[in-house]
């Protein structure tokens, strides 16, 4: 391994804590990749000049995070870094390409149907009217991370599976020359079942977040409702939170 690593012994943050972070933040960025090894605790406290109990106490914690596991015979190892999605308009391809994390989509469902009353209420058109639903697998690192269920009105653009399959829908979205606005989400936790358990990796009642999102155009048009379902394990969003005046 051949990270730049060091710790502040003057600084109140404990030593393990330094350690850990520095790992974690390697490992988000890319600079430690999935299946990489991290050497023994012994190499790493002499390096750094810390004891064994301070780097076998950052190790954990991260292992506890599911970012590290250790494996007999073979070390600790990387196993991959948790997406920490903020709260903003973006896309969960566009998120994952920024963090590193090779993104892939497969695409199940490209269909017209007719809208549902939840769908219609959100596209803002007759219920029963035709609205195209898409639904793919997004990976990273080949390991899924997001089931996405995505309403569109239609004619809005053109749903080529294999190009969703190469990017992501907001950048088609603005490819076709809508500009994407402002949305209104929501998000929420429950129990995997077990076919979406399956799915994505997770055993049945494994913990799920859940986004519902409604994103608007320039215009003020409902241009994209999407009902999504993320791996815990995997994923997080993040929250800025400002104090009133």
């Known amino acids: 391994m051949s990270l730049q690593l060091s710790v502040d012994r003057s600084s109140p943050v404990p030593l393990y804590f330094q350690l850990s972070q520095q790992l974690e933040a390697a490992i988000e960025h890319g600079a430690l990749t999935p299946g990489s090894l991290l050497g023994n605790e012994i190499e790493l406290a002499a390096r750094l000049g810390l004891s064994r109990p301070t780097v076998r106490q950052a190790i954990q914690s991260l292992v506890d995070k599911g970012l590290l596991v250790r494996r007999r ?17 973006s896309s969960l391809y566009d998120d994952l390409e920024s ?22 209420a959100a596209l803002g058109v007759a219920e029963g009217s035709e609205v195209h ?36 829908l907001y950048r088609l979205m603005r490819g076709a020359g809508i500009t994407l606005h402002s949305a209104r989400q929501s998000v929420g936790a429950r129990a995997a079942g077990a076919e979406e358990g399956e799915r994505l990796g997770e055993p049945a009642g494994a913990p799920l977040l859940t986004m519902q999102r409604t994103t608007f155009d320039d215009t003020g048009r409902p241009v994209e409702f999407g009902t999504h379902v993320y791996r815990a394990s995997r994923y997080s969003f993040e929250f800025q939170l400002l104090v009133r005046p």
């Open 133 to 168: 639903r898409v639904e793919r697998l997004r990976l990273a690192h080949g390991e899924p991370m997001a089931y996405l269920c995505n309403f569109l009105p239609p004619g809005l653009l053109e749903l080529d599976s294999a190009r969703m399959e190469a990017t992501g």
């Open 99 to 120: 963090a590193g994390q090779r993104p892939a989509t497969q695409v199940l469902v490209n269909i017209v149907e007719p809208a549902s009353t939840e769908v219609a």
């Open 73 to 89: 015979g073979v070390g600790t190892q990387v196993v991959h870094s948790q997406v920490k999605r903020p709260l903003e308009l």
